[in-house]
Every structure is written in structure tokens, then in C-alpha cells.
């Protein structure tokens, strides 16, 4: 059960509490600690993936019609139920799963159902809902391979009833290769199929339905010189039978549940004859370990290690289950319907072994392998995801002139004078590891006062600690007095790759990469997430293993962690970049080079309505990234005085400008031309009559949004009343209902990153010093000259 690290609890009838919310800042608030794991991090209000014996449901169960419902679970044309399958494997109630699915197949987005049909979902996070989806994914994926199976097999003429109704059983694809591989082209015809072809898969029908009338001597004929071969042709067979059948199947599942599975890893005889034993496999040159015990960590590394042949690994099933599964065989599923002579007896029995051995044991030791590389691909991806999004959401420490420092000894530290809002205002480059020293510290002393920079971040790389040294030094010393100057240590994972990039270098065109590099790297603490998202993820070195799980499911996930963070962070569509914009649900880059085409043909948006007369623009994109776009009115009116000064002929204003355009091919779209003050929140458009009927009921207005009055009426209203009962005044549910009070009573401009109250600032001194890190984040900040009593708080 996952849930967040902060929720707030909506206050019944004359209890003052707070409401719930993404990162709910209105007053009257009481933050309800939960338990959870430090390293998660939640959006929204209580998001936990619902257990299927849970009795608890957040929202009311809003499922499909049951003529529509049943049409969803016939459409992969298997035998089993889509739904209940989906179900079981997610721990997921069925009606969510209906529900799920069905936003799902109407191209809803990720963010947009965690945020805006949370009664659809269950309160589920995104997270949960991704694990969805992926294993609905998976499952199309297999009904897909069975439908093109049975179509070659057909082709290949092989196909029968009962080997059409296996492959349909099939609820995996471990499964579905257990069964379509002795039918492969090319693979070599199997001892049954052998049997089969001379005519014995009678014989064998009739040892289990009338052994009594069975004579092995009737058999022998060409192809089959004596009763032993006879024989051995029908244990064949129902060796085949037995290693198919699904009851059989799940039997012995079920005892290997019981027993203790291992897995053994040892040093290959390749690797022990050619000398070549890799030092960082010794952990596992004798390794064994119970598979519900082993990390996922540990699966990854076996298998790199078999991989490369410096390991052998083999699964370790108890003598125990085989001697009961022979038991239960012979006595019960495969026991003769009438009385059977000894010599038949006997062939039952050859054919449970043989099956057990050559057929049934690969198989699950297959099986194992497989469900352990998954769960562990699956675990590494997820730490992956986990640290992403701690690094992409770091609060961004705004407002101050910032320098970026790329460390290096050879060719110097490369500088990088960053403006309040990221503009480049000088760059340079600093020999502070050679000789000549104190006349690098006096160009220093100068770029800083100059500019008045009084933040440098310093990357980790090459020569970091060095220039780290460097710098505390300088700052101990007061040398750049009268600044209060403090320096922190950042990440410059992917700054190189990035600087060389053609992104950077239409960015950046005038620059050398290494000063890319330096701008990279203070961008990352002004503001990580306008900056990472430009760097691939997997060059911010954010996991392990990358390269030994799935490349396709690696990239999925990451992109779409940071599609949620971009997306619940919001942009500001006026002055944000193409770069970031193509990162919001709905938006992908051929539509963000559209947006960011008609905000320069035309000037700043107004409105979120005027997103429709861009190029592409559908009622389903719009629909899925309105609710994440901002209309700031305070950046919107400075692009608009910046125009008017640019402009050498002083026209009509930007809005009547605005409204005489319209975008190609969007004919007959009315769209407003006034400025919407709810454009400027989480609020998405289509709940704007709803908003504006709550205002009139607490006795405010849009213009009011943010104002500790507003927040007071709202607060007044909700203590006396439920907002249960309010929503159904206003004709809404609660959970948007909620969503309008976030909207409404948070301050403009809030960033839901602030609300992880990181350190921003502390005060420098001359007496002494300190280091401290920010937990649960991916950088070091480094204060030199703090005050004693401010280290020990930290």
C-alpha cells in the first residue's frame, strides 16, 4: 500500500482541519503525517493502490455499463476474463480496472487521470495507475502473439481444436512458449508428435479411458517392431499430456510454493580454465539463495554474470516435490477411469516421471528465471523512476545571480554568470590550480561583485573537491566582502553530453561546450526541472543496471515520470520553453513547436481558450494538457511590455491583435479575449462553472484568488458544512470540489515544489563552518562561515 508523504484531512461539520489537495497551502490546514517509504514521494491528496480484499473506497465506484463492460473483457478473444485477470495480477478492484482501462483506450493521459478523475481511478497515485497499464499493456501484447500463433499454425496445418483452446488458456508469455514451442519451424519434431504420426495417440486415449480393452501387441506394426517401442511411444504421448495440462500445471506450482526453491550461482568451468574470473562477481562464485528471498539487485548481477560465461546458474527444486507430484499423478488426475494391468500401471508411471523430468522441470525452471529477471528489471526501473523524480523535483532557488562553476585542472574551471531568470551574462574560464592563484581570486572578486553573485554552484566532477577547497577558503577569508557569498555542490551527471547536443547548440550557438557545461550546471539549482528535462535520463545517473533491463520499458517509465512532474508542477505556456512545454500530457514536440510558432507570430497568450487556435490543438489535446498550463498575468504583462518597447510604430494593444487571429483551418472557433484569473491554477476548464457557483456561495470572486479573504470565506464555508454536502450544492464531487478549494485559496504562482521546505538560505559568519546535506535529494550544499548554533539545528 503506498501512500503520501503529507495528505490533509477534509474537516467535518464543526471541526476545524483542513481540506485535501495538491500541496494545499490555504490557511486552517493540519498536515497529517503517514507512514510511507522515505525515498517515495507523492502528488496529490492520499493516492494508495488499492488491495482487491481492501473494504475501503476512497471514491464511489463509477464503473461502465455491464453490455460495455463485457465487450472489454471478449475483445482479446481469450479464455480468460480481461478484467479479472488484470485484476488479480494488480491487486486491484475490478470496477477501477474497468475504469482504468476504459480512460486508457480513450487516449487519456497518465497525469490527467491521476489529478482530474480520481473518483474513476480510486485516489490511486500515478505509480499505481502506470502499473496498470503496463500489465494491461502486456496482457494485449500476449493476446496479440496468441491470435498470430494460432494463424501460422493454422497455416502450417497443425492446428487443432484442443491445441487452439491451450494456447487461449495461456495468462503469460512463459505460458504461450510452453505451448508453441514443439510447433516451432525449425525446432525438431518432439518424441510425442513422433508418436503421434504412427498412429499411437489411441492407444494412449484408450490406457486412461479403458485400459482393460488396451493390448500393446495390436500395435505393433510399421514403425514399430515391438510392444516396448509400443510403449514407449505412449508414454511419449502422455508425457505431453501431462507436462500441458493445467491442473497438473498449477499442482505443481503450488507444491514448489510450499518447498524451498532455490538459486545457485558457481564459476563457470570457462571462466576457471581460461583464468578470467571477473573480481566483481566473487559475491557469486558460490551463491545460493531462496528465490522469495533474493533482491533484485542480486538477480541482475547473476544473470550479467551468466551473460558474460564467467557464471552458471541453475535452479534447485526439492527432491520432495517430485515425489509427491509422481504420487498425486499416478493416484488422482492421472489415474486409469477402470482397473489397469501392472505393465499399464507401469507405463502411467515411466510417463510422470519423464514428463516431471524432461518437460515440467525446464519449464519451471524457465518460469522462475524469468518471474525473477522481471521482478527485479521491474524493481530497478522503479528505483530508476524514484530517484528521477526526487531529482527533478528539487525546489529551484530563484530570484539571485548565480554562478555555474565545471570544475577542471588542465584546462581551467570554466564560468558561467547566470541571471535571476537563466540568461547568460558572462561566461569565462579560470586557471585556480596552477600557478598564479591570487590572480585568479582577484578576477573572481571582480565577476562576483560586478554581478552581484553571491551563489556559486560548484559541479561534481574532475577537480570538484579541489575547487571546493579553493572557494571556502575565499569565503572564510570575507574576500569577496561586502557580499555574503555561500556555494553548493551539484550533480553534473549529463552536462557534457548535453553540451555537445544539437538542442544545446541552437540554444547556445555562440558558446564553446565546455561553457555549456557551466550553464548547465547553475540552471540545475535555478531551476532543475527546466534544465534536466533536456538531458536524456538516462545520462543523469539516476540507478543501476540500466543496460541489463528492458530498454523500451526503461524509457516508458522515465519518460513518463517526467511527464507527470512537468505536468502536476505546471508551466507557464507565456515563457516557458519548447523543450519543457513538449513534456506536458497532452503535448508532444510537434505541438510544442506549433504553441511556441503562434506565441511568437502573435504574442502571449491571454487565455487557455486561445490554446484552440493553435495548429494541431484537438479537443482531446486540449483536454489533456489545459489543466497543466498556467496564465500567469504578471509575466503575461511584462512580454507585453517588452513588445511595446520593442516595437518602433506603436500599435493597437496585443489582445486586439490577438483577436483578430485565427489559426489555420480553425474556422467558426469563438474564443475569448479577456484575461480568466482561474486560467492561473490547477482548475481545469471544465469545472470553471463549478468554480464560479462555489464562489458565489462563500461570497467571493476570481479576482480574489490567493487573498487571505478569499482563504478565510472558503475556510468559514467548509467548517460549516462537509464539502460532501457542498459538492453536491455546487453539482460536483468531492474530489473536484477539493481540487477547485487548491485552486482558489493557494497563493499565485505556487509551486508545488516549495512545499518540501528545502533550506534556501543561511546567514555567513567568519568564526566557523559547516557542511550539510538536503535528504532525499541529489545534491550537496556546502555553507563555509556558518554559525555554530546553525550547523547543530541543520
Known amino acids: ?62 464503473a461502465l455499463p455491464s453490455s460495455q463492460a463485457q465487450a472489454l473483457r471478449n475483445e482479446l478473444n ?25 480512460l486508457l483506450r480513450e487516449e487519456n493521459t497518465v497525469p490527467f487521470m491521476v489529478r482530474y478523475r480520481k473518483d474513476m481511478i480510486n485516489h490511486m497515485d500515478a505509480d499505481a495507475v502506470r502499473d496498470v497499464q503496463l500489465i494491461y499493456e502486456e496482457l494485449c501484447s500476449l493476446a496479440k502473439k496468441t491470435k498470430s500463433v494460432i494463424q501460422t499454425l493454422k ?31 525449425g525446432s525438431k519434431l518432439t518424441k510425442a508428435r513422433r508418436a503421434k504420426a504412427l498412429g499411437l495417440e489411441e492407444a494412449a486415449s484408450a490406457l486412461m479411458e479403458k485400459p482393460h480393452t488396451l493390448d500393446l501387441r495390436a500395435w505393433v506394426k510399421t514403425g514399430l517392431s515391438s510392444v516396448e517401442e509400443v510403449a514407449t511411444g505412449v508414454e511419449h504421448i502422455l508425457a505431453d499430456m501431462i507436462a500441458k495440462d493445467p491442473e497438473t500445471l498449477t499442482y505443481v506450482k503450488t507444491l514448489c510454493e510450499n518447498s524451498s526453491v532455490t538459486i545457485q550461482s558457481s564459476v563457470s568451468k570457462s571462466a576457471l580454465k581460461e583464468k578470467e574470473q571477473d573480481k566483481s562477481f566473487h559475491l557469486y562464485f558460490d551463491f545460493t539463495s531462496n528465490i522469495q528471498r533474493i533482491q533484485p539487485h542480486q538477480t541482475l548481477a547473476i544473470n550479467r554474470g551468466e551473460s558474460l560465461k564467467i557464471l552458471t546458474v541453475k535452479v534447485n527444486i526439492p527432491d520432495r516435490v517430485k515425489s509427491d507430484f ?23 508411471k515411466n510417463a510422470v516421471e519423464d514428463s516431471y523430468k524432461r518437460l515440467i522441470l525446464p519449464f519451471l525452471t524457465r518460469s522462475y528465471r524469468n518471474k525473477l529477471t522481471s521482478a ?42 547566470l541571471s535571476p531568470t537563466s540568461q547568460i551574462i558572462h561566461t569565462d574560464v579560470v586557471y585556480l590550480h596552477n600557478s598564479g592563484q591570487q590572480r585568479e581570486a582577484d578576477k573572481l572578486r571582480h565577476l562576483m561583485i560586478k554581478y552581484s553573485c553571491t551563489k556559486v554552484v560548484i559541479g561534481n566532477g574532475t577537480a570538484c573537491r579541489e575547487t571546493e577547497s ?17 556555494y553548493c555542490i551539484t550533480s ?32 540545475r539549482v535555478q531551476d532543475p526541472l527546466a534544465e534536466l528535462v533536456k538531458i536524456d535520463p538516462k545520462h543523469i545517473g539516476i540507478g543501476t543496471y540500466q543496460h541489463d533491463v528492458s530498454a523500451g520499458a526503461l524509457k516508458a517509465a522515465l519518460d513518463g515520470v517526467v511527464q507527470e512532474c512537468v505536468s502536476f508542477v505546471g508551466v507557464d505556456i507565456n515563457i516557458c520553453s519548447e523543450t519543457l512545454m513538449r513534456h506536458v500530457a497532452g503535448l508532444n514536440a510537434g505541438r510544442a513547436k506549433n504553441i511556441a510558432e503562434w506565441r511568437e507570430q502573435n504574442g502571449p497568450f491571454i487565455n487557455r481558450e486561445q490554446l484552440k487556435l493553435v495548429k494541431g490543438m484537438g479537443p482531446k489535446t486540449y483536454q489533456q494538457c489545459a489543466g497543466f498550463i498556467r496564465i500567469n498575468p504578471q509575466t503575461r504583462y511584462a512580454l507585453i511590455c517588452k513588445l511595446a518597447r520593442s516595437s518602433p510604430h506603436p500599435g493597437p494593444a496585443v489582445p486586439e491583435k490577438l483577436a483578430a487571429k485565427k489559426a489555420k483551418g480553425k474556422t467558426g472557433v469563438n474564443i475569448s479575449t479577456s484575461f480568466n484569473p482561474l486560467d492561473q491554477t490547477c482548475i481545469h476548464p471544465e469545472s470553471y462553472h463549478v468554480a464560479q457557483r462555489f464562489l458565489s456561495i462563500v461570497g467571493g470572486s476570481a479576482d480574489q484568488i490567493g487573498s487571505a479573504g478569499l482563504q478565510q470565506c472558503v475556510e468559514s464555508k467548509v467548517r460549516s458544512s462537509s464539502v460532501e454536502e457542498l459538492a453536491k450544492t455546487v453539482d460536483t464531487t468531492p474530489e473536484t470540489l477539493k481540487l477547485i478549494i487548491d485552486g482558489l485559496t493557494q497563493p499565485p504562482g505556487f509551486d508545488i515544489r516549495q512545499s518540501k521546505n528545502p533550506v534556501t538560505h543561511i546567514k555567513t559568519h567568519t568564526d566557523s563552518s559547516c557542511a550539510f546535506i538536503i535528504i532525499g535529494m541529489s545534491w550537496q550544499c556546502n555553507l563555509i562561515g556558518s554559525d555554530s548554533a546553525a550547523a547543530c539545528s541543520l
Open 326 to 348: 509422481t504420487r498425486w499423478c499416478i493416484n488422482n488426475r492421472w489415474r486409469p477411469r477402470t482397473f489397469a494391468r501392472e505393465d499399464l500401471n507401469i507405463i502411467i
Open 470 to 486: 579553493f572557494f571556502a577558503d575565499l569565503i572564510s577569508r570575507r574576500y569577496f566582502h561586502p557580499l555574503d557569498v555561500s
Open 155 to 185: 497455416k502450417d496445418g497443425v492446428l487443432t481444436d484442443e491445441l487452439e483452446q491451450d494456447l487461449r488458456n495461456c495468462r503469460s508469455a512463459d505460458e504461450l512458449d510452453h505451448v508453441y514451442s514443439p510447433y516451432k519451424k
Open 492 to 523: 553534473e551527471a549529463g552536462a557534457s553530453i548535453y553540451s555537445v547536443s544539437p538542442e544545446a547548440v541552437k540554444e547556445m550557438p555562440d558558446l564553446d561546450p565546455n561553457l555549456r557545461s557551466a550553464v548547465s550546471i547553475g540552471r
Open 1 to 62: 500500500m503506498k501512500e503520501e508523504r503529507v495528505s490533509f484531512i477534509v474537516s467535518e461539520a464543526h471541526q476545524a482541519d483542513g481540506w485535501a489537495g495538491e500541496g494545499s497551502s490555504q490557511a486552517g490546514l493540519k498536515a497529517k503525517k503517514e507512514e510511507v517509504e522515505e525515498e517515495d514521494f507523492r502528488f496529490d491528496e492520499p493516492c494508495q493502490k488499492k488491495q482487491k480484499t481492501s473494504g475501503a473506497c476512497l471514491g464511489q465506484p463509477t
Open 78 to 102: 481469450m479464455n480468460w476474463d480481461l478484467i479479472e485477470v488484470l485484476s488479480i495480477l494488480t491487486c486491484v478492484e475490478r470496477w477501477v480496472c474497468v475504469n482504468i482501462v476504459t
Open 376 to 417: 527485479a528489471e521491474k524493481e530497478s526501473i522503479a528505483m530508476f523512476v524514484r530517484n528521477l523524480r526526487q531529482r527533478l523535483l528539487l525546489c529551484p532557488i530563484r530570484g539571485c545571480v548565480i554562478m555555474g562553476v565545471d570544475p577542471g585542472f588542465r584546462h581551467g574551471c570554466k564560468l558561467a554568470v
